[in-house]
Nanobody, 127 residues
Framework: QLQLVESGGGLVQPGGSLKLSCATS????????IGWFRQAPGMEREGVLC????????NFADSVKGRFTISRDDAKNTVYLQMNSLKPEDTAVYYC????????????????????WGQGTQVTVSS
């Protein structure tokens, strides 16, 4: 089974940046597509960005277009979420999740299609 651990969350001012990491272990990382999701209090979990298992394709929510990017380092079994120009509405618990789909297939932002989840890291955007 794939284990995932998020890190890098914290408090940041509006307009600032944060880089989240999702470190994985326990399975062949190169076969897994990885997604980032977030959940604010009282809201449903929302897909933010995802990356295919071979890193060639990404998918993103319109709300983060031009501000967030996703990347993966197979040597470190880690996926990163770079968040720039942060807004108060980006405040949420951020989760990474994985599902085994080898190949350059477009990843979905539907949380129901991911089997393995991390515990989450809090991101708070506030002045």
């Amino acid at each position: 089974q794939l284990q995932l651990v998020e890190s890098g969350g914290g408090l940041v001012q509006p307009g600032g940046s944060l880089k989240l990491s999702c470190a994985t272990s326990g399975a062949s990382f190169e076969f897994f597509r990885i997604g980032w999701f977030r959940q604010a209090p009282g809201m449903e979990r929302e897909g933010v960005l995802c990356i295919s298992s071979n890193g060639e394709r990404t998918n993103f929510a319109d709300s983060v277009k031009g501000r967030f990017t996703i990347s993966r380092d197979d040597a470190k079994n880690t996926v990163y979420l770079q968040m720039n120009s942060l807004k108060p509405e980006d405040t949420a618990v951020y989760y990474c999740a994985g599902h085994p789909v080898p190949g350059p297939f477009l990843c979905p932002l539907d949380s129901r299609t991911y089997d393995y989840w991390g515990q989450g890291t809090q991101v708070t955007v506030s002045s």
